[in-house]
């Protein structure tokens, strides 16, 4: 308090800078209806791989289990799951 009983108004500090709002996310425009459909088949496909190939029913394999169509499976699970990360 001031002498007199008056209480002195602070003035309210004014800050040089405005606080930092980041820009606004970008909307991703959502993903074809059939897409969903593509990386679950691509999955399936690549499951169907190695199955039948344990089982020996594959054309080519002679009733034994090949290496490289285990990768082909294992390969098209894999570009399954990196189809699925794009989905929206």
């Known amino acids: 308090m001031t002498p007199g009983g ?3 108004a602070v003035p309210k500090s004014r800050s040089k ?3 930092y709002t980041p820009p606004p996310r970008k ?3 959502p993903s074809p209806t059939w897409f969903g ?3 679950l088949g691509i999955m ?3 499951i169907a791989i190695i199955v039948l190939n344990y089982m ?3 054309p080519g394999t002679g009733g034994t289990a090949k290496q490289g169509l285990l990768f082909v ?3 098209a699970i894999a570009i399954g799951f990196m ?3 794009r989905w929206h």
Request: aromatic share 0%.
């Open 56 to 58: 020996g029913l594959l």
């Open 44 to 46: 399936g496909l690549g």
């Open 73 to 75: 499976g294992l390969g």
């Open 83 to 85: 189809l699925a990360t």
């Open 37 to 39: 459909g593509l990386i």
């Open 6 to 8: 008056i209480i002195a």
């Open 17 to 19: 800078r405005r606080r």
């Open 27 to 29: 909307k991703h425009k």
